[in-house]
Every structure is written in structure tokens, then in C-alpha cells.
């Protein structure tokens, strides 16, 4: 169990294991405050090697806390585009301002300070706090609940708030005062890349092999326990890409709720017959000339999965007119492409307008 293993015996171990099997990964290179930051909110059930060129883009065109506080939302939402999970940049934003107004720019070196800010939970706030400042208070992520359940052979569901607390309060005292920021990393590593969440463990590789009862006993594949999460919320949608031969017509999702003021093509709930969706147009002040079929689709959010499917129709010219309509708007596509956000769930039909999403924009 955890309250019971010696945890202490672990410190060392990893600590030499560490500077020779760490990744070079550019938060790492200049572990500034801000950095560690906006890497640490990518990371987010993003994987290492999706989330780095994210992060060099990012910090290019923002490279402060002051030009996060002062970008436009737009094209916040546009560096953002194909990370998803829009709501966290949105949320860095507003950090990002009380940081301006409160602290004089910087991040506060204060792990309750921090856990004040908009968007920073207890994760984060010790990721901050131990690598950018060196102070010893935990940061208990997936990967770092796992190796510790594994290593302690403990079967507690780790989906419970009380067992996350456990294992910070079981780390706390034996983190080492002058290499919190090590030990921090160190754990991260070995759990991203010794301990994996899919398929077998590396124990071979493990400095914490000696240690691990769950190497011992064989009962790493059921370690760690995780409670059953609810089941998602199934929602059918057609998926409307309307052109004429230059412009495709681009709806503003609400400034609140799933995928708030990001561009979408317009959609309705239900999947449409072909003379149902020509219908939607016309009510749109749209006159349709042709309608074809598209690929179906589908998107998992956290707790909603999206099956959609799709037409493609094309007007006569998109006129002022039509234009007029609250949240609407008619895109060239490579202004489309530059300028507005549209979130991977309609990743699928962009390619019906000529334009690629998120990192693709950049690929040669």
C-alpha cells in the first residue's frame, strides 16, 4: 500500500537513472516558469512528440506573459488549433492577466499562488513550482500514479481524488530539497517511458526494479486500478461544408459551452436525407445547385461522442445578403486556413474546402 511502502528508498535510484536516460525536449532546455507552463497545459492528454512543434510555434509567437495576456483571440484560438481542449488556452489567457496585474508578469514562486490562477490545478502548480523554482512539493499526474501503484503494488482506484492525495502526501517529505526540479522530471520519465500505460512495462530498463513489488509478484498488467468512467453521450449530426467556387460558408460557435467561439461548418443534430440537408440551406438564404455526399465521421470528447455525417453543397454566389446572418461568415479558404480556428472534430471535411488544421498548415 502506499501509506505503508518506504517510499525513501526510491529517491536515489531515480535520481542516477535520470540525467542519462532523460529526453531532450525544449521546455527542458530553458526550464523558465512560463515555459514549464504552456508545456505542462499541452501535455495534457497530448502525447511528447505531438506536442512539440505545438510548443515552438506557441512561444514564437508568444513568448511572454505579457503577449499571451494581450493576443487576440483569434488568433490565440488559431495557435491553439488541433490541440484541443480550447477552454485551457483560454483560461492560460486569463492567467495570464491576472499575472499582469498582480504579480508584474511573472509567476508567482509560490505553489498556493499558483493554484489560484485561472486554469492551474495542483498538477501543474507543482510542476511550476518544482521545475522552474526548485521548491519540493509534488506533482502526481497518470503517469506518476501508475509507477507509484505499480512499485507499491497497491490497488486503490486511482480515479479517486482520496488516493491522488495519498500519493502526494506519501512523495512530499522525500522529495530532495535541492533537486525538486529533478525529481520532479525523473518521475515523469520513467513513468512516459520505462513504466508505460500501454503494453508491457520496461523492467529490465527500471532503476526501480529491486524495489517494485509489482515487478515481483507479475502483477503489473493490473496495476493501476481504474473505476469504470461513465459512459459518453452519443450525438448524431449532418455536417453542411456549403461553398460556391471561392468561399465556404463558416458558423461562430457560441462564446460558451463545447467548443466555445471556435468556426465550424453548420451542422444540426440528426443525420439528414440529401433533399433534408438541401432544405437546411434553403433556410439559410442559400439557393443549393448540387448536393452531394461525404464520408461519415465521428469525435470523442471526455464525455460525448459525435457521429456525423456529411454533404457537401454547392450554391449559387454567397451574397451580403445571406451573409447578414448572425455568426456567419463566407471564408476564402486560404484566408480560412490562416485566420480561423476550426476544431478537429470536422478535421474530416476541411479537406473539402482545401485547407489543412493545426501543426499540417506548417508540413512541407
Known sequence: MLTDYPMHQLV?????????????????????????WVSEIMLQQTRVEAVRPYFERFIQALPDIAALAECPQERLLKLWEGLGYYNRVR????????????????????????LKLKGIGRYTAGAIAS????????AVDGNVLRI???????????????????????LQPVIPKNQAGMFTQALMELGATVCVPNGEPKCAQCPWKPYCLACANGSYAYLPKKGKPKPRKIEQKTVLVIRDGQKVLLHRRPQKGLLAGLYEFPNTQGHLTGD????????????????????????????????????????????DMAEQKKGYVFAEAEVS??????????????????????MERYDK
Open 12 to 36: 536515489q535510484p531515480l535520481l542516477e537513472w535520470y540525467p542519462f536516460h532523460a529526453r531532450v525536449l525544449p521546455w527542458r532546455e530553458k526550464p523558465e516558469p512560463y515555459r514549464v
Open 91 to 114: 483560461n492560460m489567457q486569463e492567467a495570464a492577466r491576472t499575472v499582469m496585474s498582480e504579480y508584474q508578469g511573472s509567476l508567482p514562486p509560490d505553489f498556493e499562488k499558483l
Open 131 to 138: 521545475i522552474a523554482y526548485g521548491i519540493p512539493v509534488p
Open 148 to 170: 507509484l501503484m505499480r512499485v507499491c503494488e497497491d490497488d486503490s482506484d486511482i480515479m479517486k481524488q482520496s488516493v491522488k492525495t495519498q500519493a502526494e502526501q506519501v
Open 276 to 319: 433534408e440537408a438541401a432544405a437546411y440551406a434553403e433556410r439559410l438564404g442559400l439557393y443549393p445547385l448540387k448536393v452531394e455526399p461525404l464520408e461519415e465521421a465521428r469525435h470523442i470528447f471526455s464525455h460525448i461522442e459525435w457521429q456525423m455525417t456529411g454533404y457537401m453543397i454547392r450554391v449559387a454566389q454567397l451574397d
Open 337 to 358: 486556413e490562416e485566420q480561423y480556428a476550426i476544431p478537429s472534430a470536422f478535421a474530416r471535411y476541411t479537406k473539402y474546402m482545401n485547407i489543412r488544421l493545426g
